[in-house]
T-cell receptor, first 112, second 114 residues
Framework: TQLLEQSPQFLSIQEGENLTVYCNSS?????LQWYRQEPGEGPVLLVT?????EVKKLKRLTFQFGDARKDSSLHITAAQPGDTGLYLC????????????FGAGTRLAVHP | NAGVMQNPRHLVRRRGQEARLRCSPM?????VYWYRQLPEEGLKFMVY????????ESGMPKERFSAEFPKEGPSILRIQQVVRGDSAAYFC????????????FGQGTRLTVV
């Protein structure tokens, strides 16, 4: 069974701080995606990482895919209140790519 | 995200009633996926459909739940004889073609069973 475990589950920080959240699995994924979900809304795709060791940057967000393609991290530099939300990682199910497997998410709160 | 339209946004049903959730995919997308999200949890896959075909319903309960994606019109997720445990946010996603490696989600329907 493919599982994605995210840590920490909750994170509360002050504006301007840096943070890293993690997405880990014992299974290899062909790719991983990161989504941000705000209360009452659907998840919004932030990035897809495909190649082992790949690093992608989206303004103050840096995403990394592990060399073995079993884990990923999201690093936010100088967090802002607008970064507040639920961060979800997801990967395609290896048995046919008909569905995405989601982690339970990291709920981030950035306080002014 | 704005391209996938779901309605209603909120739905309240009494136990035993039927719930109908609608999803219009992004223009040009012929693949639709339904996911369910319980509070403080990630999304769980329910069903994957293409026009007029159910491709994978491995995540959908075998009783009371059904889904369709007709040739014309939106995809429908139907829950018959709802129970309190059906209360959740139901999200629809669409993609232009398989394999399903990325998803564009709608805003969801929040079902509350009272």
């Amino acid at each position: 069974t493919q599982l994605l475990e995210q840590s920490p589950q909750f994170l509360s920080i002050q504006e301007g701080e840096n943070l890293t959240v993690y997405c880990n699995s014992s299974s290899v994924f062909s790719s991983l995606q990161w989504y941000r979900q705000e209360p009452g809304e659907g998840p919004v795709l932030l990035v897809t990482v495909v190649t082992g060791g790949e690093v992608k940057k989206l303004k103050r967000l840096t995403f990394q895919f592990g060399d073995a393609r079993k884990d990923s991290s999201l690093h936010i530099t100088a967090a802002q209140p607008g970064d507040t939300g639920l961060y979800l990682c997801a990967g395609p199910f290896s048995g046919g790519y008909n569905k995405l497997i989601f982690g339970a998410g990291t709920r981030l709160a950035v306080h002014p | 995200n704005a391209g996938v339209m779901q309605n209603p946004r909120h739905l309240v049903r009494r136990r035993g009633q039927e719930a109908r959730l609608r999803c219009s995919p992004m223009k040009g997308h012929s693949h639709v996926y339904w996911y369910r999200q319980l509070p403080e949890e990630g999304l769980k896959f329910m069903v994957y459909l293409q026009k007029e075909n159910i491709i994978d319903e491995s995540g959908m309960p075998k009783e009371r739940f059904s889904a369709e994606f007709p040739k014309e019109g939106p995809s429908i997720l139907r829950i018959q004889q709802v129970v309190r445990g059906d209360s959740a946010a139901y999200f629809c996603a669409s993609s232009p073609q398989g394999p399903h490696t990325e998803a564009f989600f709608g805003q969801g329907t929040r079902l509350t069973v009272v």
